[in-house]
């Protein structure tokens, strides 16, 4: 049992949503519950073309969570080039267990990154700052 947190302390997470593209299914899981348990709206993707359909869609996202490493032919990083391209205004952060964000990648584009096992309350911290405002609580880590 954690500590009571404020009511409002979730609704500025409340309309905004997260598109979350990761391919393990119980990495996906659970992250996407923890951060609706913040509040936030979540579209889950298990590939780069499911997020673009999402993102083409008009389907309104406010900060997308991805996995470099994805299945298909194309991954995180192509997405991340191809978000910026496209939807310049959505900011993306990228995740890998086996690699990083090269820096002449970084350099180019903000992008920040997440080493997996990441701690969903960073993440969270994260998504949260990008969007102007402060997760509610948590301390659970994925990977």
Known sequence: MGAATDPREGEHQQHKTVLL?????????SAADYLRSLGYRVIEAGATVEAGTVLSSG???????????LPGATGGLSLAIWLHANYPDIP???TSGVRTVTPAFSEQRVVPFVPKPYDLAQVAAL????????????NERAG
């Not at 391919?23 to 899981?29: A, F, N, S, W």
């Not at 389907?59 to 490493?69: K, R």
Request: charged share 20%; no cysteine.
């Open 21 to 29: 593209v990761e391919d393990d299914v119980l990495v996906r899981i």
């Open 59 to 69: 389907e309104a996202v406010h900060v997308v969570f991805s996995d470099i490493d």
């Open 92 to 94: 993306i952060i990228l």
């Open 127 to 138: 998504i949260a700052g990008l969007l102007g405002g402060s997760p509610s609580h948590g």
